[in-house]
């Protein structure tokens, strides 16, 4: 399958600061990829949709404002957790879709576990 | 009715037995299934692509019956590395192909020897 990779995969940080993660899809191009978060034991839940070029969709409740998403290349992602505070902690993940299929599967990053204190 | 349905398990099995796992679906608009694998702590992995016919990848095979909206992952001679969270996964609300992926809960699945 596809390679995503994402950056850093572990963070700690002191509540107030922003933490930026970085997605990248290493051996395909993507418009599109998805920021998910999934808190211990739940299951994912799509954050936003990022599209290269665009504005990023976010979905019903995930502030815009405070996960910011830049997608300007087609093969990187960023979110910024601006003002994290401890009920930012989470383990967050990106995916890519890779077009080159009849089944535009997505492919997963490996994540980064934010920690804030 | 959740979009995406599991049973949460855990199926506790030992090494060799086969194993099913049933997952239904809401929006009969969807296009595209799949199963992913989760081990603990790390990022879902795609285990097959459901295609329509039904797929077989060596020991696992993927159904779809469309008109009860029911995807199924039959897993045979259970290995412990088959140890993991099973996740349903389908195409989302506008139901074409360029849609965002609904996330069953996942099941649990536990080989022993």
């Known amino acids: 399958g596809a390679v995503v990779s994402q950056h850093p995969s572990r963070v700690i940080c002191k509540s107030g600061t922003s933490v930026k993660i970085e997605c990248r899809s290493l051996d395909f191009q993507a418009t599109t990829m998805f920021w998910y978060r999934q808190f211990p034991k739940k299951s994912l839940m799509l954050m936003a949709t990022?599209?290269?070029?665009?504005?990023?969709?976010?979905e019903q409740g995930v502030e815009k404002d405070k996960f910011l998403i830049n997608h300007a290349s087609l093969t990187l992602s960023t979110l910024t957790v601006t003002s994290a505070h401890p009920e930012d902690s989470s383990f967050y993940i990106c995916?890519?879709?890779?077009?080159?299929?009849?089944?535009?599967?997505?492919?997963f990053g490996p994540g980064t576990r934010l920690t804030v204190l | 009715r959740k979009e995406v349905e599991q049973d949460p398990g855990p199926f506790n099995v030992p090494e060799g037995a086969t194993v099913a796992f049933n997952c239904t679906y809401s929006?009969?608009?969807?296009?595209?299934f799949f199963w992913y694998r989760q081990d603990c702590r790390k990022e879902p992995k795609l285990l097959m692509s459901v295609y329509s016919s039904g797929n077989e990848d060596g020991r696992f095979t993927a159904q779809l019956n469309r008109a009860s909206q029911y995807i199924s992952l039959l897993i045979r001679d259970s290995k412990l590395s088959d140890s993991a969270t099973y996740l349903c996964v389908v195409n989302g609300a506008d139901g074409g192909s360029q849609g965002n992926l609904i996330f069953g809960k996942g099941t649990k699945l536990s080989v022993k020897p």
């Open positions: 990022s599209n290269e070029g665009s504005k990023a969709t976010y």
């Open positions: 929006n009969s608009a969807s296009q595209s």
């Open positions: 995916s890519a879709r890779d077009m080159r299929g009849p089944y535009n599967e997505q492919f």
